[in-house]
């Protein structure tokens, strides 16, 4: 079973930016699509972004579209968002999962990382 253990949150200013990572223990996720998922209090898990194995295709949630990007490095384990233009509705806890298309393929969720954007 992969382990992910998410990382970079913290509170920043509306407009602000945050680097989360999200680190890989356990097994390989060089052969996994990844993505990136949130949950604001009160409402349910939602989709933000996902990368394919490779690197070279991405998608992304119509609310974050060109201000967020996904990225990841194979060989440190390791899956990244960027996230730019920060805005108070992206306050929410962050997670990293295997995908399969936008659809977690994991039940196993690991502790996430807080991002609380203040306007």
Not at 10 to 25: E, I, Y
Not at 40 to 54: L, N
Not at 85 to 109: F, Q, S
Request: net charge neutral.
């Amino acid at each position: 079973q992969v382990q992910l253990v998410e990382s970079g949150g913290g509170l920043v200013q509306s407009g602000g930016s945050l680097r989360l990572s999200c680190a890989a223990s356990g097994r390989e996720i060089s052969t996994y699509d990844m993505g990136w998922f949130r949950q604001a209090p009160g409402k349910e898990r939602e989709f933000v972004a996902t990368i394919d194995w490779s690197g070279k295709f991405t998608g992304y949630a119509d609310s974050v579209e060109g201000r967020f990007t996904i990225s990841r490095d194979n060989a440190k384990k390791t899956v990244y968002l960027e996230m730019n233009g920060l805005k108070p509705e992206d306050t929410a806890v962050y997670y990293c999962n295997r995908v399969i298309g936008r659809t977690p393929a994991d039940t196993y969720w690991g502790q996430g990382t807080q991002v609380t954007v203040s306007s």
